[in-house]
Structure formats: structure tokens, C-alpha cells
């Protein structure tokens, strides 16, 4: 073995090692159509003002944010028309609980005794997650300037008075004022459970709604057929990487075998770095996935094709691989940066299962350009300082000068 190759060689095993362990260790996260979920359309209620488009994005935005703040995977949200709203959640099959994190305004009011609205949920600095004396969950509230100055003159007037505290008119919690509250701090209890309070502190982190939104329609999408498909998906996957397999063994040999190695190195890491990164495995992602291992193929074909051209000009078989490799990624680089190009369009204008696609095509396309240019490489490196006449024998017919 040529100097060099040995910790090449060693350095690729400890790559497949890290992404066996990766792939081993962290669970996939399945999209909507292989997890199942809710299925949610809201529509602009009209009644409360002119429905714009500005206000529009402002409820898209905010629900946005709603549904990160509760780490929801791969969550569709998008626009329908000029008043709709289209909101798909993965693993979620509480109904209840979709409602309450896309569906409410989030209207948070503090009222004196004689139902007048002092001061809402505009004034809060902070929302977090505490526990009330008892240490059964609650909501902290911490207000800005004005509205510490509003709620100490609540505070203040209605002293030894009941006020209550709404949520988009519900009331939360009735309070005996029983002192002055100077410093513009409060605290929503009520026998929440931990779900709840941690749901009631999203909502009001994110900001109320800039208009009402009704819920139209909401259904559970159930994973049967989810399931059904991963199986379909994952029997043609092994099917046609078994091809592709026996295909490069037949028609190169020996080469052949390195570029099999090569593609299930190329399987292990791509699988690898999406466990690793927590990627949403949805079906166009499968897709993804398997056209990306076309073109992995296709560059170890490029690559072998350019080193039998150079044999059949006389050169040597390590300068022929050489060459052969130097020439061939230029093709490689070209083929791959345009569809690249195309997977990061996609992932910046496109939303849900589109994104997950782009994911799975970008990562798998740098993969496969790691594995045909470094992979491929050490290994057939290696293969000539062990074999170099059967080598030099199956990439070409003819006679060739071995190195």
C-alpha cells in the first residue's frame, strides 16, 4: 500500500463508523404523509375589520412561530386564496390541542371589576413557564414600561376588589387584589397541567392574531397509508440499489466492486448526516433520496469511462486513474451544481414536503460527490497496489501498461 493511502483509508472507515452511529442512534423524524397528523384550514373572520394582505402574513408569521416555539417537524404552513390558511402538523393527533396552538387569537385582557379592559397582552415584556405556591404550573408575566405604570394603577384603584383575566374571552382567572403590584410582574394560575401552561406561554410569546381566524376544517390524517407507502418506497429503494449493484459488478468487474462500496458508503453517510441533522423523512424526501443515488452512479460511471479512455491512449493505469479522475470532475462538479442549484430554489420558495425533497436531493448530491471523488478514489488506489494487473485487466480489454 502506497504512502498515504492507509490513513485515507482509515479516515473514510471512521466517516461510515460516525454516520453507522449517527444512523443508529437518532430516530427519524417522519413528515405528515408517512407520520400522520392534523389537517387544519382557518379562514379570516371579516366581521372584525378588512381582511388585508399584510394582516395575512402577519397570521401566517405568527402561527409560524407558534408551531416552532412547540418543535413540530416539517409543519406545512401556507396560504389558500386571499383569506384561507392551510396548516398540516406531523405526530400531532390531538384535534384540542391543534385548535389551541393555531386556532386561538391569543388576547390576553386584564379587566377592572367593572369589566373594562385596563391593559392587554401588547404590554408583556416576558412570558415564561413557573409554578404557582402549590408548584403546579403557572404563567409568569413580566410587563414593559407602560404597562408596569397600567397595571399598578389597576393594582392600586381596585385594591381589595375582584379583577379578572381573559383570554380571547375566556376568563382565565378571577383575582382578589388584596395589595399595590408596583413592579409589573403577575402570574396566571388555575390548575393548568404542565401541556397547558406551556401551550398558554407559546401563545402569548408570539403575540395575539392581527385578526380573527375561524377553523373551517380540521381532520386526523391517519399513518396507515403512510406506512403503506414508507413499505412500498423502502422494497423499491433495496430493489433498485440491488440492480444498480449487480449492474456495476457485472459490466466493470473488479472496478465494479469498488463503485458498489463507494454507493453503499454513499448510502450510510447520506442516511447518516440526515439522522444526524434531524431531517424530516417525508415520501418526495424518499424520492429524493433514490434519485440522488442515480446520480451517484452516474459519476463513478463518468469516472471509469474517462480512466478507459486514457488506457486505450497508452497511459500507465495509475497515471490513467489520475487523469481520468481529474477530467471527469469537472463533468461531475458541472451535472451536480445546477441540479444543487435547483434543490436550493426549492427549499427557499417551497413549503413542507417540497423542502424535505430539496433536503434530502442537496445532501445526497454533496454525498455522492464525496463519495465518487474521494471514495472511489482511495479505494481503487488501493485495489491497484494490490491488484493491478487484474485491475488494469477489467477496465480494459486491451493490452495495458500497469504502473
Do not use: C
Not at 451535472?335 to 434530502?360: D, P, Q
Amino acid at each position: 500500500m502506497r504512502r498515504g493511502s492507509g490513513w485515507k483509508l482509515g479516515a473514510i472507515l471512521a466517516v461510515l463508523i460516525a454516520a453507522g452511529v449517527l444512523l443508529f442512534l437518532t430516530p427519524f423524524n417522519l413528515g405528515l404523509d408517512l407520520k400522520g397528523g392534523v389537517h387544519v384550514v382557518l379562514e379570516a373572520d371579516e366581521s372584525a375589520g378588512p381582511v388585508t394582505d399584510e394582516n395575512m402574513n402577519g397570521v401566517v408569521s405568527i402561527i409560524e412561530r407558534r408551531i416552532n416555539a412547540l418543535g413540530v417537524a416539517e409543519p406545512l404552513i401556507q396560504r389558500q386564496g386571499s383569506r384561507r390558511m392551510i396548516i398540516e402538523l406531523p405526530g400531532i393527533h390531538n384535534q384540542q390541542q391543534a385548535i389551541d396552538t393555531v386556532g386561538k387569537t391569543a388576547l390576553l385582557e386584564f379587566k377592572d371589576p367593572h369589566g373594562k379592559t385596563v391593559l392587554d397582552g401588547s404590554y408583556l415584556k416576558t412570558v415564561q413557564l413557573g409554578t404557582d405556591r402549590y408548584g403546579r404550573p403557572a404563567v409568569d408575566l413580566e410587563f414593559d414600561r407602560e404597562g408596569v405604570r397600567l397595571f399598578a394603577q389597576l393594582t392600586t384603584r381596585y385594591q381589595g376588589q375582584l379583577t379578572k383575566i381573559v383570554l380571547d374571552g375566556e376568563i382565565l382567572q378571577e383575582v382578589m387584589i388584596r395589595e399595590p403590584i408596583l413592579e409589573g410582574k403577575a402570574q396566571i394560575t388555575g390548575g393548568f397541567s404542565h401541556e397547558e401552561a406551556r401551550h398558554m406561554v407559546v401563545l402569548l410569546q408570539e403575540g395575539s392574531l392581527p385578526i380573527p381566524m375561524e377553523i373551517m376544517e380540521i381532520r386526523n390524517v391517519g399513518p396507515i397509508l403512510g406506512q403503506d407507502s414508507i413499505n412500498r418506497s423502502f422494497k423499491a429503494g433495496i430493489a433498485g440499489i440491488i440492480l444498480v449493484l449487480v449492474y456495476m459488478f457485472a459490466y466493470y468487474k473488479l472496478p465494479g466492486l469498488v463503485a458498489d462500496f463507494a454507493l453503499l458508503a454513499y448510502a450510510v453517510i447520506l442516511l447518516g448526516v440526515l439522522s444526524g441533522f434531524h431531517a424530516v423523512l417525508t415520501l418526495p424526501g424518499i424520492a429524493g433520496i433514490i434519485l440522488s443515488v442515480g446520480m451517484a452512479v452516474d459519476a463513478n460511471i463518468l469516472i471509469f469511462e474517462r480512466i478507459r479512455e486514457e488506457l486505450t491512449e497508452g497511459k500507465r493505469l495509475r497515471s490513467a486513474i489520475n487523469v481520468g479522475f481529474n477530467r471527469a470532475f469537472k463533468t461531475i462538479l458541472d451535472s451536480n451544481i445546477t441540479t444543487l442549484i435547483t434543490a436550493v430554489v426549492l427549499f427557499y420558495i417551497g413549503t413542507g414536503s417540497v423542502r424535505g425533497f430539496a433536503v434530502t436531493l442537496g445532501l445526497g448530491i454533496l454525498t455522492s460527490m464525496f463519495t465518487a471523488i474521494v471514495v472511489t478514489r482511495v479505494i481503487l488506489n488501493v485495489m491497484v497496489d494490490f491488484q493491478p494487473e487484474a485491475m488494469a485487466r477489467h477496465f480494459s480489454a486491451g493490452g495495458v501498461k500497469k504502473s
